[in-house]
């Protein structure tokens, strides 16, 4: 399977099982609690996965940096999160610096 594939993977779990741990109260609920431990699972395995393609700072790089924003989106959508001009400005600087780190980057696997 393609590295950037599983990288995708890895941040779609990681986003799951960050947000069900918002849910999860403190893992004091069942349900999120189980999502949280199965999402990271899932996360750090198939990030493992990438790591054997893609350098480990490219790489992390993507995964955090999507993840930050995705996970900022299901804060406002979800959570009725407030963010402001400054959180937008600094997500926005997180997703430049990972386009950035692919599209000039010599760093990068492709």
């Not at 054997?52 to 490219?58: A, C, E, L, T, Y």
């Not at 992390?60 to 937008?88: C, E, H, N, P």
Request: with cysteine; charged share 10%.
């Amino acid at each position: 399977m393609n590295a950037w594939l599983y990288l995708g993977i890895a941040i779609v779990a990681e986003v799951i099982g960050t947000s069900a741990l918002k849910a999860s109260e403190g893992f004091s609920k069942l349900v999120p609690s189980i999502a949280v431990i199965a999402g990271y699972g899932v996360a750090f395995y198939c990030l493992s996965l990438t790591l054997r393609h893609i350098p480990i700072g490219i790489a992390y790089a993507v995964w955090s940096g999507v993840g930050t924003a995705l996970i900022a989106l299901i804060g406002v959508v979800a959570y009725r999160q407030k963010l402001d001009f400054a959180g937008m400005l600094g997500i926005g600087l997180i997703v430049a610096g990972v386009l950035v780190l692919n599209l000039f980057s010599k760093s990068s696997a492709h």
